[in-house]
């Protein structure tokens, strides 16, 4: 079984919603900072958040500030990525992340366990 499993992607129109959730297992994710990344057709993998374990604020990219939000569920070892009014701009492969240290999201240190990913296509 995988550590991280991603789910809810698929094809969305345009300004719609759609939420992804990632479940965790053999870890206690609430000592954990959680990232959501996509990777866009011919593009790098971008961050679209980061949540620190603890209580920290939420970082969100400029692209999804006022669209996507985040949420956790720790007790389910559960995490959301809730995408409102998409644009063809959020199509691409979702991932979710734990980090042992809230340093990766600044950058300072890498993610220790990635999910597989969950395609989200956003077109008419």
């Known amino acids: 079984q995988l550590p991280l499993v991603e789910s809810g992607g698929g094809l969305v129109r345009p300004g719609e919603s759609v939420r992804l959730s990632c479940a965790g297992s053999g870890f206690t994710s609430s000592v954990y900072a959680i990232g959501w990344f996509r990777r866009a057709p011919g593009k790098e993998r971008e961050r679209v958040s980061c949540?620190?374990?603890?209580?920290?604020?939420?970082y969100l990219d400029d692209s999804v500030k006022g669209r996507f939000t985040v949420s956790r569920d720790n007790a389910k070892n559960m995490f959301y990525l809730q995408m409102d009014r998409v644009t063809p701009e959020d199509t691409g492969v979702y991932y979710c992340?734990?980090?042992?240290?809230?340093?990766?999201?600044?950058?300072?240190?890498?993610?220790?366990?990635w999910g597989p990913g969950t395609q989200v296509t956003v077109s008419t």
């Open positions: 992340a734990a980090g042992r240290s809230n340093r990766v999201c600044d950058g300072r240190e890498i993610f220790d366990v």
């Open positions: 949540t620190p374990f603890g209580g920290g604020i939420t």
